[in-house]
């Protein structure tokens, strides 16, 4: 909120989706903790990290994740901005989720180490799903990042464990840049391929 006002007093005006054909394509499931170590429970430690991979602020009221036991967690209102992140987990208490701090904390929401996340918007419209299984790379304390935001969700070489720790000793990059992120020419050319043989 203070953010949205001190742009207010001098005069910026900020390009913000509600949910629509904008949003539709540009927030992702960028990265998730299957599996924690550090925290005081497992079921504690879990989080997602969403992207924004638009050029806009984009508001997350009404958008939703749902996993493979139909458990569903409902975002308020919050604008996630332009190349910036949203971390949900299942704790906000520091001192018993690993060490670190989300943006939102959910209740009655499991992330398995095999199963499905599905990200919708307010019109309960699929934006971004992902189904993995032992053939991804989760692990135990260690998150699953995607390699590039740009690159196919539903494939596992897209994806790889964290290699930076944070908060309490775990592995991962909530709120920050992957860990694993790369960006060349003969990456993104393959990430092409594969997207347009599936």
Do not use: H
């Not at 569903?72 to 018993?96: H, K, N, Q, R, W």
């Not at 909530?174 to 860990?179: E, L, R, T, V």
């Amino acid at each position: 909120m203070t953010i949205l006002i001190s742009l207010a007093l001098l005069g910026t005006t900020l390009p913000v989706s509600d949910g629509g054909p904008l949003a539709s394509v540009d927030i992702i499931l960028n990265e998730f903790m299957a599996e924690p170590l550090a925290s005081s429970s497992e079921e504690l430690g879990e989080w997602i990290e969403l992207y924004n991979r638009s050029g806009g602020w984009i508001n997350l009221s009404g958008w939703s994740i749902e996993n493979e036991l139909g458990q569903t967690v409902t975002f308020p209102t919050y604008l996630i901005p332009p190349e910036g992140f949203f971390v949900l987990a299942a704790c906000s208490d520091i001192s018993m989720n690993g060490g670190l701090s989300p943006d939102y904390s959910y209740n009655c929401f499991r992330i398995q180490n095999t199963g499905r996340l599905i990200l919708r918007n307010p019109s309960k419209t699929v934006i971004d799903e992902l189904v993995y299984d032992r053939n991804w790379p989760v692990s135990t304390g260690s998150s699953c990042e995607r390699i590039n935001p740009g690159w196919v969700t539903s494939l596992p070489s897209t994806w790889a464990r964290a290699t930076e720790t944070y908060g309490e000793g775990d592995y991962g990059t909530p709120g920050q840049m992957n860990s694993v992120y790369e960006n060349s020419f003969a990456q993104n050319s393959w990430a092409f391929i594969k997207a347009f043989v599936q």
